[in-house]
């Protein structure tokens, strides 16, 4: 065997058996931890409660905030479907960060590590005592210092106890 033909057969043999792994593999989005909370376990019906979702990020990684600079990027949004009863009054973000990204032109927005986003929410004085389920949804984008992963969409869902 000619030395080209030896010199191409090895090549070809290296591209077969080393492959990369699956697309999706490489673009899977890292995920960030949840816990749903209610800052007042009990409350009367008639009065209001603050429901508090806290996100940690693994390390390394950052959120788009609520109010990305960048229209292509991917907002953090926390939506919730309330029940019956239940109002939703406000809903808080923290303050965003700046973050430089490879090959963008400004700082992004983002959150970072560790941070909670509080609803407050009117519970009627009609609504009856017992356990009351306040489902939502947290949609969030992850990055790390060179690239952004697909959106991700996670149920969450808080139980508030209405008090006699």
């Known amino acids: 065997m000619p030395r080209r033909d030896a010199i191409a057969l090895a090549f070809t043999l ?6 990369p792994p ?21 409350v009367q019906a008639g009065k209001p409660a603050t429901l508090l979702l806290t996100v940690t ?9 609520n109010k990305p600079r960048d229209a292509a990027f991917f907002p953090t949004a926390l939506a919730l479907t309330p029940p019956a009863g ?9 303050p965003a960060v700046d973050f430089r990204q490879e090959g963008q032109p400004e700082p992004l927005a983002v959150f970072e590590k560790s941070f909670t986003v509080r609803v407050g929410v009117a519970v009627a004085a009609s609504v009856k005592p017992g356990e009351l389920v306040i489902p939502g949804r947290f949609d969030y984008q992850a990055c790390d210092d060179k690239v952004c ?8 869902k808080w ?6």
């Open 14 to 19: 290296a591209a077969l058996t080393t492959t």
């Open 57 to 65: 990020l693994p390390p390394t990684i950052h959120v788009q905030s």
């Open 86 to 94: 239940v109002t939703i009054t406000a809903t808080k973000y923290p």
């Open 149 to 156: 992963y697909r959106p991700v969409k996670t149920d969450v």
């Open 22 to 42: 699956p697309l999706g593999a490489q673009m899977r989005a890292p995920k960030a931890e949840l816990a749903a909370t209610v800052e007042t376990a009990r």
């Open 159 to 164: 139980t508030l106890t209405v008090a006699p």
